[in-house]
């Protein structure tokens, strides 16, 4: 079992999926270089941001086709203002405009409603209860993400777009508790039991964090099929 990892982002992604696929699926290792898969391997690239993401779909594919040892093209992207149906559509159709064509591989896309931050929020051990400071006391009288689902806030007054808002949110609730969050330094959301509280959240509250579920919902498929799944040659 191979898997072709294409994240949106420019380093948060490339460092907290790596990190999540360690607890995951542990039976996977990553590799530097795309063409370094042999059996079991996973490897990930950046697709430097929107709309640079979709040059490197083109690139990707390539390569896959290339290889042909991949049994998956996972593609990772901000839903940002467009619903999580929109932006999957438009992938699949530059890919069809492209007339490009995967060869023995599934393409899967993994939306990050809205953003990966969105997904952090979801983590109830670092909010709250009380907050006493701003901003964090005005956000969570906007919106209580300990008790909504993160995925349908709407953004705050002030800031251009949600995923703007769901990154200051998510900091405001670290430095909360005296720790830092950065794209380039997430810190805490790599270690296991971040992520135990982000499956507990979807665990108790079924409606709560639905593009994360289908990103776990993903890699139970991949779980189940990697004692039997032989390498492709």
């Not at 998956?72 to 438009?90: I, Q």
């Not at 064509?101 to 952090?120: D, F, S």
């Not at 950065?182 to 665990?203: C, H, M, T």
Request: net charge negative; with cysteine; aromatic share 14%.
């Amino acid at each position: 079992m191979n898997l072709y990892f294409l994240v949106e982002g420019r380093r948060t992604e490339k460092k907290i999926y790596p990190a999540w696929l360690k607890y995951l699926l542990p039976e996977l290792t990553q590799v530097k270089h795309y063409n370094e898969v042999t059996l079991n391997n996973y490897y990930i690239i950046s697709g430097e941001g929107y709309p640079s993401l979709y040059d490197y779909i083109i690139t990707s594919i390539e390569e896959i086709n290339e290889s042909g040892k991949y049994h998956y093209f996972v593609v990772c992207l901000d839903a940002e203002e467009n619903t999580v149906d929109e932006l999957k559509d438009e992938i699949y159709e530059f890919i069809k405009a492209q007339k490009i064509v995967l060869k023995n591989t599934k393409l899967v896309i993994i939306m990050q409603n809205r953003c990966i931050e969105t997904w952090l929020l979801g983590n109830r051990k670092i909010y709250s209860k009380q907050p006493q400071n701003k901003p964090l006391l005005d956000y969570t009288r906007h919106y209580n993400v300990a008790e909504k689902d993160p995925e349908v806030m709407e953004k705050y007054q002030g800031f251009n777009t949600h995923a703007q808002f769901h990154e200051s949110y998510l900091k405001a609730l670290f430095a909360a508790k005296n720790i830092s969050y950065s794209k380039r330094n997430p810190g805490d959301v790599l270690e296991f039991f971040y992520l135990e509280q982000l499956l507990k959240r979807i665990a108790d509250e079924p409606q709560h964090l639905m593009t994360f579920r289908d990103f776990i919902n993903f890699c139970d498929i991949i779980k189940k099929e990697l004692p039997t799944s032989p390498p492709i040659m």
